[in-house]
Every structure is written in C-alpha cells, then in structure tokens.
C-alpha cells in the first residue's frame, strides 16, 4: 500500500495511518480517506480506465475496482469483488416525462449482485477488513447494508453480525440476510438506536464496523460517480439527484466529484440534490432553516431504507452540497409513491426509497430549481423486488395507513374463466 494514503479528520484535519482501525478522530469527528492527488496524473489515469472498460474478467472488470486507484490501490489478490458496479445507465421514459425533464437519465444501482448500491461499498470496505486482518464484521442496517455484508462476508470466510430495527424491515432484504447466513439480532428500537448499539459493539468486542461511518465504504461508493461519467464519455450532466438516509452516499459522490476536478478528469461539478422523505428528513430541515442538526426522534417513512432521524455522515453530507452548490428537498409518502409508480411503469422498477430521486426531479422542476432542459442523473439505490410489500399494496389501494392513496395503480381483475370475460377485460 502506498504512503501516499491516510485518514483525515473532516473537522481538525489530524492525521491517522491508513492500516489502523479507526472510524473517528479523537475530537470526536468522522475520518476520512484521503490521498496525495498532485502524485496521480489525471490524463493517464483517465486512459487506463478507459482501456480497462469492458474487461471480462480479473478485479478490474468490477465496476469499484476499474478505479482502483482512487478506491483502495491494493495488488489485485487481496481484493474482494463480486464483479459489481456495471449497472446501467437508462433514459427515464415515462419517469422522465413525470418529472417534467427532457434529458432525465436513471443509474440503476438495485442492478448490483445484492441488489443495490451498497455493494459498491461494501466490496471496499470487506477488503479493508481482509486488509486490517478483521475476522467479524458488523452493521447496523435499514436492510440493503446488511444484506450486502452478509452476502460479500458469506463469499469470503468473515462472520457477519447483523443488527436491524425491530419491524418494518423489507422482506426482500431480511431474507437475504438470513439466506446468506449472517448472524441476525432484531433489537427493540429503531435504526438510529441499532447504529448506536453497533458501534458500541465494535468497539467493545473488537468486530470491524462496515456502515458507511467507515471511510473505506465511502471510497467504493464513489465508484457510483466514476462509472456514470464514464459512461457519459465523461461529460458531465448538470445534476446528480438521489436519496438521503445515512448521507453516505451523497458524501460519496460529492467526494469522488471533489477528487476528478483537483485531477483535471472533469472541469465542471454538477450540482448534487439529495432527497429526503418528509417523516426522515433532518438534513432538509437545517438545510431549509439554516438551523442545527437536530436528529428526528421518530422517523417513519413506507421508503423504510431510509428511515432514519440521526444520519451519521450529515456533517460530511452537508459539506458535499456546498461544494457542489446543492440542494436539499424533502418528498412526501404520496409523492414517493406516485414517482414510484412511474419508474415502475416504465419498465425499470426499484425500491420506495430509490424513487425520491424522481419523486424529488418532478418537485425541483416544479419549484424551477431544476430546469426541464437541463441535463440530471437520478440514482435508483435498490431493486424493485426488495420490497414487493410495497408493490402491491400500491396497486391494491392498501396503503391508507401511511396515507397513501393508489393513484396510478394497476390492480389485478378478478374474472371467470371464459374467454368471454377476457375479452371484456382486456377490452
Ligand atoms: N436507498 C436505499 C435503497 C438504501 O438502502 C439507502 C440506505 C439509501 C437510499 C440511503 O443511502 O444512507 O447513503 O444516505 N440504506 C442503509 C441500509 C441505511 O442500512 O441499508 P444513504
């Protein structure tokens, strides 16, 4: 491993040695990686991934590791890949045509091996655990962490702890866990309170800690960015619109945005807008008032991925939409929804909390933040198949509970077995 690489302190920029185990700084603050840029040659750099693209096999044909040199450069046999990332970058159809943009594109990440986004990180951080000679990893998790690290720790002889919110956990993502064989403690409380018992936990019985408190998770997430302005020929689009839960993600790409522009890969930074939902939405709330973080006390959102009151990278977050002259925008349970209904029906599909990145679009178009003409990215985060609960009850018009009304819902017909009635159902 190169010198060239340390942690740093978000706050007081003290320094730590890349092959400690360590989340925080002694003043408390969150670390993160950081590498000596002006060693790197951007215009080189920028060929060897271009001659890497497409690659059939080896570490460099994931998606996180073509980039390894801004993720974790380490020989290629101490990585741990399941070949993710390589998901597809879709024009938005009737999704885009909803929000009111002409140039809308989606990046599905619910298209990697676990079925969403995490597994980016988490292919960086499980190597970190192989690199820091850790035996068991843990998370605190809404369910796509968790059944990522289950999945990569099952692939790689690491036992997997597991600690998720009692109830409202997706189906989809419980079920991974437990199929892959992690070790799973449904605790009395919600996720804040789980991600607080983990780190106590790690700290305690020496388990490594694989949420994105983790700067190596942060590292691979950012891969997110690179493949998509790859994929653009590296022509930057004038937003990059997603959820916000833990605010790892967001930190991610406004990092990796951060990282091109010093290299000279890009000479524009998009501005990024992170979504909230209305019942989870403390970074929108000190955004919009200008106010002091103050976590929700009870969050509850049906886009139960991220439902959560006290995001640990918010301090991160909201550096990255500075930089990049962002926004924050909350969506309400209807509006998530609808917006979900539509990247459905389009063909693409994904999780309730993926879809505030199209249920946010419509609304920073509406309000004339967001341009129609201009050019945005939407992340979708998750699978549609994570939360099929979701799904049909959308479409049944049972989701009274939350409010939510089935307004572009395509419900079953129940009708006798003649071709008759078929003839008038399908009309
Ligand atoms: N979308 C999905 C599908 C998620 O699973 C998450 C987070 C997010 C968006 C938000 O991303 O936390 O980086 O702001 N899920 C975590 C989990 C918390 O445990 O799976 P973030």
């Keep these: 491993m190169s010198t060239n690489i340390w942690l740093e302190c978000i706050k007081c920029s003290q320094k730590y040695e890349i092959n400690k ?98 597994d980016r990180g988490m292919t960086c951080g499980i190597t970190a655990a192989k690199m820091l000679n850790a035996k068991i990893v843990a998370c605190a998790s809404t369910g796509n962490t968790s059944a990522s690290m289950a999945s990569y720790a099952a692939g790689s002889g690491f036992k997997a702890v597991i600690f998720i919110p009692s109830g409202k956990i997706a189906y989809g993502k419980l079920a991974q866990a437990l199929a892959y064989g992690g070790k799973t403690l449904q605790i009395e409380g919600n996720f804040d309170d789980a991600m607080s018992l983990v780190q106590k936990v790690c700290d305690k019985l020496n388990i490594y800690l694989l949420n994105s408190i983790n700067p190596f ?9 690179f493949e998509t302005l790859q994929q653009l020929d590296w022509q930057v689009p004038d937003w990059f619109i997603l959820p916000g839960g833990n605010l790892g993600n967001n930190t991610a790409l406004s990092k990796g945005l951060m990282e091109l522009y010093e290299l000279g890969i890009i000479n524009k930074i998009p501005r990024m807008a992170v979504i909230q939902a209305e019942g989870a939405n403390p ?94 990215v939407g992340i979708l985060t998750g699978n549609l198949l994570k939360d099929p609960d979701a799904v049909v009850n959308y479409h049944l018009d049972k989701l009274s509970d939350y409010g939510i009304k089935g307004n572009f819902k395509n419900s079953p017909i129940v009708i006798d077995a003649t071709v008759e009635a078929v003839k008038n159902a399908i009309g």
């Excluded at 271009?50 to 590791?65: L, M, P, Q």
């Excluded at 070949?83 to 970058?89: D, K």
């Excluded at 998770?217 to 960015?225: H, T, V, Y």
């Design 21 to 118: 185990i360590r989340y925080t700084c002694d003043c408390g603050a969150l670390l993160e990686v950081k590498r000596d840029l002006s060693k790197i040659d951007g215009k080189k750099l920028l060929q060897t991934w271009e001659k890497r693209w497409g690659a059939k096999r080896g570490v460099v044909s994931s998606g996180v590791w073509r980039y390894k040199e801004l993720i974790l450069d380490l020989p290629d046999d101490e990585i741990i890949t399941r070949q993710e990332g390589n998901t597809r970058l879709y024009p938005a159809g009737k999704a885009g045509e909803y929000a009111g943009l002409n140039n809308f594109l989606l990046k599905h990440e619910g298209e990697n091996p676990s079925g969403s986004f995490k």
């Design 283 to 376: 970074l929108y709330t000190m955004w919009k008032n200008k106010t002091e973080f103050v976590p929700v006390n009870d969050p509850d959102t049906i886009a139960t991925a991220i439902k959560i009151g006290n995001p640990i990278s918010w301090e991160k977050s909201l550096r990255g939409i500075k930089w990049t002259n962002g926004v924050v925008e909350e969506v309400t349970e209807q509006e998530i929804m609808d917006a979900k209904a539509m990247v459905d029906a389009s063909g693409i599909g994904a999780e309730p909390a993926s879809c505030c990145s199209v249920a946010g679009a419509k609304k920073l178009v509406d309000s004339g933040v967001i341009r129609s003409d201009e050019s945005v």
């Design 217 to 225: 998770r942060i590292e691979g997430q950012k891969a997110i960015l």
